[in-house]
């Protein structure tokens, strides 16, 4: 995620905190401001930050640990206004697996609340309840309340935050996955728009927190739809047969006309039948502006280009197009190069797939 920088490494996962988490502080630390504008409750503001910043991060490992358990590792944790976010490789498709992923989250902040409720039980007691909220009570009365407000802020079922991932998985259970998601995600918007409506009226954090919800949802309520369109479809039904494929000897003068030409951007670099690497047009251009047009492609290509077989699923082909960040994947059929699949490509095949599910006699 850009506008983010990075903490650390905990327990093997990167954690990031975006620029928007800054608002957080700057909303926590203008409450503190207007109730007492001393130094002493401004540094107790920042302690009870950080023991807040805490909470969120254990929130997110909370999610992040349950799906190791399936066997799901996650990329990195970003801390932002709505409670951060922990990317993890892919959701579970069982649905149980993943009420139990989403439920781990506020799991955590319950735990947390309960172990403060009971320290203060054991040792000092309470002040009176009214007077506890996010800037009243001591430190841990005010981490036993935010944590209750972080649980259930979240169970909130705006799909994609926690709640709505259970009302999701709840939904799988009997519909089929794509329309459970759809459900959810439409529901998550309609909370969104009411969450953006108050939020203009009384807390300019809620309008963020409503137009990630709104993006998120519409995000992941596509990814569902596509990445269900393309399970099951084979690579040889969407790959590219027509292209060209370049030798580590060629000039890059050669590869230029074929950009020319054509309208691939994308090369396999070919020896003795195997792939040994790619040439985008963007490296094309860069090593032509550095070495010249009687460069050779073996000297700039890049050394890897990531394959699959025809046989394989256009489903499992696009995760490398989200994973490693490539415009490009080889298709091979025992070993030789048969095929290309691009972004492009896969875009124009799910073009005509749906042009042809609109054509008059077709059966949805
Ligand atoms: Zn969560």
Not at 168 to 193: C, S
Request: hydrophobic content about 50%; aromatic content about 10%; overall charge neutral.
């Amino acid at each position: 995620m850009s506008w983010s920088w990075r903490l650390g490494k905990f327990a093997g996962i990167d954690v990031k905190v975006h620029a928007t988490f800054l608002l957080l502080v700057g909303f926590v630390g203008l409450s503190y401001w207007l109730q007492a504008g001393s130094l002493e409750s401004a540094l107790q503001g920042v302690i009870f930050l950080l023991a807040l910043f805490a909470c969120v991060l254990l929130h997110e490992f909370g999610h992040a640990l349950a799906a190791r358990r399936y066997g799901i590792p996650t990329r990195d944790i970003t801390l932002l206004p709505i409670g951060g976010v922990a990317r993890l490789e892919r959701m579970p498709s069982d649905p149980r697996q993943e009420l139990v992923v989403a439920l781990a989250g506020p799991a955590v902040n319950v735990v947390i609340a309960a172990g403060v409720f009971i320290w203060l039980t054991l040792t000092t007691g309470f002040a009176p309840l009214g007077q506890i909220g996010i800037t009243g009570g001591t430190l841990l009365e005010r981490l036993l309340f935010t944590n209750l407000l972080l649980a259930g802020f979240n169970l909130i079922p705006a799909f994609p935050m926690d709640g709505g991932r259970v009302l999701r998985a709840l939904l799988a259970t009997r519909l089929h996955y794509v329309r459970a998601t759809q459900i959810a995600a439409a529901l998550g918007q309609g909370i969104a728009f009411l969450f953006g409506l108050w939020g203009l009226f009384s807390n300019p954090l809620l309008v963020f927190t409503a137009l990630f919800v709104w993006i998120g949802a519409q995000q992941e309520s596509a990814q569902v739809q596509t990445r269900h369109a393309l399970s099951g479809v084979p690579v040889r039904a969407a790959m590219l047969t027509n292209f060209h494929a370049l030798a580590p000897d060629d000039r890059l003068a050669r590869a230029a006309e074929y950009v020319l030409a054509g309208s691939q951007r994308d090369f396999p670099v070919v020896s003795f039948g195997r792939v040994i690497g790619a040439l985008s047009a963007r490296q094309l251009f860069a090593g032509l502006a550095q070495y010249g047009p009687h460069a050779l492609v073996g000297e700039i290509m890049h050394p890897h280009l990531p394959a699959v077989t025809d046989e394989d699923t256009l489903e499992n082909a696009s995760e490398h197009f989200q994973g490693e960040g490539t415009h490009a994947v080889a298709v091979t059929r025992d070993g030789q190069l048969v095929g290309l699949l691009t972004l492009e490509n896969l875009a124009e095949f799910m073009q005509i797939r749906n042009a042809l599910r609109a054509a008059p006699g077709q059966a949805a």
